[in-house]
């Protein structure tokens, strides 16, 4: 911790600021710049409050050296996490993971051909929603755990690991008897005591980055589920909210490498949440692989205009042949593999 | 719904437009501009949908126009809501309520000589957490049940109400033993399955406003609740998420006449967590009431520079009461009346 | 400048940046923290590159002590700067002053009546557009040095200063020889040459905030001005832009205490651009009194139905009227006085 | 245009705004849906202000129909537009342009250097700032003319066009004498008198989005240009502003579909000053490429940690070189060619 006096700050005011942390156990180092008074503070910060000494007479700033997380960072781990999801698929290593399947399950037919066409095109794991949050009321909610059911039936017919989502504590147990990977959507980011549970789930987690969450707030997300006991966490860029109306969301693909910089975490995208229209779909995934991403969760439908859910936003099966075909190259370009090989 | 066409569609394309709208069962009226064809449909809309219309060729755009939420506007009731607060205090109505208290309860001592005063200023409703919602794992999470008895009691003592913040749906019924006021704080105002709960929870909510949510989204989240049979909801603003960074958040404070125009409900304003630091609240508080806001709810804090939680941006007790005699007079000058008769 | 070395920086890293700093003929203070090791630079920063150091091996952070502005900062004058606009008008002391007019001078009576209700209402500044920034080519763009010659005679006519928009360096000249105060509009606040040129024009000058503009970029552009040579410049709040879109931008009210806590220069607000829409002018202008604004800005119209520019943000006289009573009497309630006394 | 109705509009209210629409010459066509009457309009809508219209009792929104923008719309001209810059260099078309070069022109050796280097790599026009728009008056402002001659005439040695910033009108006539395509940076996007100039330079423009500006706001400034006659716009993606603090700004990626969807215009992606730290660069430019976009501008600098502006956003010769590689292979799965063909 380090604190900067005001230029005006008395002698009286500095020796104040001293004396409390001293008093707290720790050691200060003071420099005294041309303008500035600065105050070096060694020793564990918990020992004192950060906002009451940015009160106190004299102090123009407080500034945090250490970052608020730590087994999520890449000063913990200097090497990448690879997270095992089902029984083959590894996140964050070699492989660029493919995530498949439509937003929501609503049918045996429409999940099982999404499954087959998922897998014949080389995608590792299916994704569907049996539990969806949406923000009205009034909007299609899901098929609940028969969803879950038909998911994983469809799944290991194809050789597919499932990921879907969990809503509340008490779902964990039941989603997590078909799923291989939670999903914690971007509304739960801060559902603290739902990731506080999903820390024992014994299962990996997907945690989806919240629309006005900062980097460094998913990362301590993160780090509540790490903290807990389950190192297993895959991090999910899907868009955040800014004064763009173009697209639903402004994915930040930026996230991609800052990611990879400051935690040893897998990062994947979702660029169908991040813009919100098929249209721009496949131009993103291809940018989110170019940009390093561990994988990509591509929402697909057999018939995305009678879907009952997100339909617009779902590639149809032949626009997702042409996206995997070519983020294969991309992915190549990077030293990486991308898609099952069969 | 209006479908907006594209200039250059084609006549077979509007037809098959028109077609899909009427195997549903809804009217279609057409309208040649010199641009654009313009398609009004008349019926239930939830029989089509929309995105997938938005996908079909020749069409430009969709226009919605029924709002997404029915029973929290203003089109349902003209007449404000009142809420009833424990059983005297009247949210909504022609009182502007004031909510003060720590951020979280500390102790037996800090929260009594915080109801006392609070009480002596002539605010109606005290304020404390006992189950922090913090974004690190390692920062201080409240006393629990312990707090909420110690709330309770400092309340009873000094005639004051209670508000409280609820984070799971199993604290619901924990915490309606001592709370007049369930507070869903602004990380969960989207956690659906704990608003619909709160929906039977038979007290009344307080609804803070996320981060990152529209006036519309903030909307639809208070209907959660409405439409299972909770009538009693008051919205609170408590600053949203922008590039600024010299202020914690950015207290909308123009959300109080907006929501004034598009509903019923009664809406109070959080200036401490809008803008974080002791500096500015009241200048913030004094704000919120000219913009004829129903209330405020304000962190006090016996000693501040103590605090283990939010210290910097309590106001001590001196500040508090400087800031509830201007307040005063601003309440009077539009009409209204603010803060207890004694 | 501090600089935060890694968790994992070698020795021979940080003697790396010892010597570069020193070279550069600073001097360089070590604190070896638990964690971190942190370096405080004492000299003039601008000697060394922040941005070269901190791409160096070892480096994790460097925080800039120093604000970047100087003449408009609080340190730079404890007093706060009041500015004469016109011949008697005071902004930024005891005074809450009112500007006020329609949105673009239109014709001699529409600007003439304006004028006439601004003045006995009690404003003090007269605004009118003559050269509009519109941010389509086909939209109205304003009658140019005709509109200032009928604002500056309907100013007159009526005891009233005037205040009006200068978009580029040519026109400064033509317009200071209407106007008492120049105004900056958002889109310029960051167009360097005009704050130049405008820091030798010799009148004061109104500085809005852009729309996406931080607080401290405000105020290094109001540094351009001051550097220059001229003292008096007043800023306006008007709005920033955020993902919310029921207003048409999202008034920072929070920003008027900021500015008194880290600026001498006066502040005023304009809630007509703010919110974009007459119904909630009035509520946000009360606020901007309430918040201990300097004075605020405001669009009337004796018929704003028929306005060929922003109509629908202008309040009526009625509107206006209503207005001032109240915020007169909240100015008293801070200690000031608002409007013209007769 | 478009008008809907509150639920309770009344028949007298409905009357009049239908009567006003006649008024102006304009046709309505009335549908009763269940719960709203819509009006449609048909006709040229600037005959009526649609504010004032919004603003009348019983209307509840009034939607537009047509863009704000005609020459710059995908609906003006089906095929895209190709820009010819200096001789040879085409953006817009085939090939994926790349534009290298330091941020600022600082001696005759940097960017001689520099500009061997982009063009032995197979980058086709060289960049390099004279003028530099900075947000502080004591930073670094560029050498001016002597920049601009430095910059030709290394350009000239290699085979390369030139594109830089040109910040006034006055300076227009001067930049041109040297530059292939003028740059309007982000803070200028909005600068409506520049643009209009920028109307009749008779050079093509590259047009850098602002950072508060919508797609939609963007594509009106390049309506600006090409309303005066100057038909050659190609548009900049660099980075909007958002909540976010990891990067300098947040890259929108998602504008390169959206731009191809909306308009005809060619577009390109500045990842330097998007991201802001050499660290990310190289991630984001790969995946502009990987979306699509028609060209990409990077800062290179044979010594980053030496330079007197934006220097630790600028690649290493060796990294920019890397990079190369990878967006070739990238540009060809899309069916491009990205470089110069040797």
Known sequence: MIIICEAKATE???????????????VVHR???????????VGDRKRVDIGSISMMPGVRDVVIVSTPYKLASREFSQEDTVVRVGEETLVGGMDVIVMAGPCAVESAEQIESSAEFA????????RG?????????????????EGLKLLRQAADRHGLAVVTEVMTIEQIDMVSEYADLLQVGARNMQNYPLLTALGHAGKPVLLKRGMAATIQEWLM??????TEGNPDVVLCERGIRTFE??????????????IKHLSHLPIIVDPSHGVGTRRFVAAMARAAVAAGADGIMVEIHPNPDKALSDGPQS??????????????????TLGRRLGKVK
């Open 245 to 258: 109306t173009a697209t639903r969301n402004t994915l930040d693909l930026s996230a991609v490498p800052v």
């Open 12 to 26: 009286t005011q500095i020796a104040a600021i001293q004396r409390k942390i001293q008093e707290a156990g720790l």
């Open 31 to 41: 420099s005294d710049g041309v303008e500035y008074t600065v105050l070096g503070v």
């Open 221 to 226: 997300s993160a780090e509540y589920i790490l």
């Open 129 to 145: 929603g049996a539990f969806k949050p949406r923000s009205s009321p009034y909007s299609y909610q899901g098929l609940g755990v």
């Open 119 to 126: 897998a014949s095109s080389g995608a590792q794991i299916l």
């Open 315 to 332: 590639l149809t099966f032949e626009e997702f042949s042409l996206l995997m075909n070519r983020c294969r190259i991309i992915a190549t």
